[in-house]
C-alpha cells in the first residue's frame, strides 16, 4: 500500500517554493538529450509543459486525440486568466490571490500549491505577452483587468471572451518551435489508452493511433498526464463531447490515487438545457457578471407568465424585480463564488421562478450597465441632453467592444438579442476540482508519472474560483513541473532508452487489444449514447447541485446497473483498425461508468456540505453550506482495488498555518 506523502518543504510558506527550487537535484543539459518524457494532453497544462521540458533540452513525445493541439479543450475558455500584479492599484498582492483562492475552494486545498500558484501568476502574464497573446488594454496601453467571482478586486487579464484560445495559440507557437527543431515529436490523433509501469515506475503507453486504429507502444523516462476533467460524467456539460477521463482513469487503475471525485462545479452563467436532443450546453463567461444584473421576478405570478410566453421580461418594472445575488450577498452582489451562485440561482428556481418554459433560468441583464456606460460616454463626447436612444447607442458600443463575442454566441444559439432582452442563464456542469492525487512536485502515487492541470486535485479545493483554471494550467506547465520533473529524472541519466519489448510492455498491450476486441464484437442492442445518457441523467438528479445520503445510495445502484448491463448489452459499430468514433467513445463512456460510481461513493463518505459539494443534510439556518472542520479537513484519496465500490480511502490531512479556517462568507 502506497502511504501519502505530500512532500511539502518545510519553512515558513512564503519561502517553501523559492527554498524548494534551490536545494533540489538538477539534469545538466548534456545529459537532458538522453532523456525521454511523454506528455499526454496538448492543452495549456500540456501545450505548456511539452513546450518547456522541450525548451529546456529534453526529448518529449507529445500526445493530442484531436486533429492539432489548437483543438484542445483549452480553447474554449472565455472570461480571463488571474494573477496578481496589481495594476488596477486596488489592493491585490500575492498573499490576497493565495488567500481568496483557499477561501474560495471553502478550505480544502493544500495551502503550499496554492501559494505557490499565486507566486508565479505575474510570471505567466510575462511570459504570454512576449509571445504575442494580445490581451485586452486600456486607454494607455496598459494591460487591463477585470473582475471575477469570489474576489474585491480586478486581477483577471482578458483577451475579449477568447482569452483560452489566444493563450493556447501561444502555447502552440511555442510547441511549433520545439517541432520543427525535432525535441518534440507530435502524435496528433492518438488517444492514451493505459500506461506502462515497469519496475515500480511509470516508463511508458499504449496508444491507438485514430486514424487507423493501429495500437502503438511508447516509452519514457517519466510520463506527464494534462487531459483535462471529468466533467463529461454528467453528459450534459459545458465541456467539448470529446473530453473524456480515460487517461486519468486509466493511470488510477494501475496506482495512481484518486482524490476528491465529487469536488465538481457547477457553473452558473450558462446557456439553459432547451430539449432532450442536446449533446452539451453553452458556457457563457461568468465576465458577464461584472455588468450583468442576475434576477427573477419578485412575483410568482409575473414568473408563470413569462413561462407560459405571456409577459416580457422588459415589461416587469424594475421594483418588482428580485435582483436575489444582490440581496443575499450584498459585499460580493452578482460576483459571489460559482457555487454560491449556482445554488442561488436552483433555490429561486425551484421556488417557482424559473423565466423560461422549463422553469430553469433566470435572467443576465444589462440594462443598467448599457445606460451606465452610455451615460459615460456622452459626458465624454460633450454631448448635451442626450436623447435614450443616444444613450443606448453609446452604452451598447461599450458592451459589444467587451463581450460582443459572447453576446453574438447567445443570440445564434438563442435567436433573441441580449442587448434588448436579458440573457437567460442556468447553472451547468463545468469544471472538475477533484482529480488525480498529487504532491508538491506534482507527481502521483506512481514514481515518475505526473498530473498537471485540470487532471489533477492540487490547488481549488472544494470549488474552483473564475479565470483560476487557466492560471493553473499555465503555472503547472511553464513555471512548475520542469522545475520538479528534474529532480526525479536526476536518477534517470544513466538509464538509456526505455525498450518496449518487455513483459510489461507486451501485457498492457494484450489488456488494451482485448478491450477493443470486446468492444467491436459484443452484439449487443444499444448504444454508447444511450448508457452514456443514463448515467448522466442519475449523475444530475442524485450526485448534481444538491446530495443527500438517499438519492447517493440510489445512485450507486443504478450506476452499477447501468454498468453491468453496459458490457452485456452496448454495441459498438464498425472495425478495430479504422476510424472509429464508436469505438473511441465505448471506452472513454466505461471509465465514466466507474468514475461515476466512485464520484458519488466520496460525495457518500463526506459528510460535510462545502463548495460544489452541498449535502443536503449539512446547511445552515439560512440554507449556506455548513463545513465540519474537526471531521473532514482532509484530501480524500482513493486507491483502486478492482472495483470502485472496494476503492480504499487514504486521508492527506489538510494544514491551515497561514490562514484562518473559518465559515466562508460572502455578505
Known sequence: MTKLNSKVPKGPIKDKWTTYKDNINLVNP???????????????????????????????????????PRRAHSIAAQGGI???????????????????????????????????????????????????????????GLLDNRSFGGVLVSRTFYAKGQTGQQLLLGAYSAMNRQIARGKIEMFNRHEMLDVVIVDGKARGIIARNLITGEIERHSAHAVVIGTGGYGNVYFLSTNAMGSNATAAWKIHKKGAYFANPCFTQIHPTCIPRSGDYQSKLTLMSESLRNDGRIWVPAKLEDAKAIQEGKLKPTAIAEEDRDYFLERRYPAFGNLVPRDVASRAAKERCDAGFGVNATGEAVYLDFASAIERYGSEQAKLKHIENPSKAKVTELGEAIIEAKYGNLFQMYEKIIDENPYKTPMMIYPATHYTMGGVWVDYNLMTTVPGLYCIGEANFSDHGANRLGASALMQGLADGYFVLPYTIGDYLADDIQTGKIPTDSPEFEAVEKEVKDRLEFFVNNKGINSVDHYHKKLGKVMWDKVGMARNAKGLKEAIKEIQEIREDFWKNVKVPGEMNELNPELEKAGRVADFLELGELFAKDALEREESCGGHFREEHVTEDGEAKRDDKNYAYVAAWEYTGKPSEAILHKEQLEFKDIELKTRSYK
Open 30 to 68: 548534456a545529459n537532458k538529450r538522453n532523456i525521454d518524457i511523454i506528455v499526454v494532453g496538448t492543452g495549456l497544462a500540456g501545450g505548456s509543459a511539452a513546450a518547456t521540458l522541450a525548451e529546456l533540452g529534453y526529448n518529449v513525445k507529445a500526445f493530442a486525440y484531436q486533429d492539432s
Open 82 to 140: 488571474n494573477a496578481a500584479k496589481n495594476y488596477m492599484g486596488d489592493g491585490d498582492s500575492n498573499y490576497r490571490l493565495f488567500y481568496d483562492t483557499v477561501k474560495g475552494g471553502d478550505y480544502r486545498s493544500r495551502e503550499a500549491n496554492v501559494h505557490r500558484l499565486a507566486e508565479v501568476s505575474g510570471n505567466i502574464i510575462d511570459q504570454c505577452v512576449a509571445q504575442g497573446v494580445p490581451f485586452a488594454r486600456d486607454y494607455g
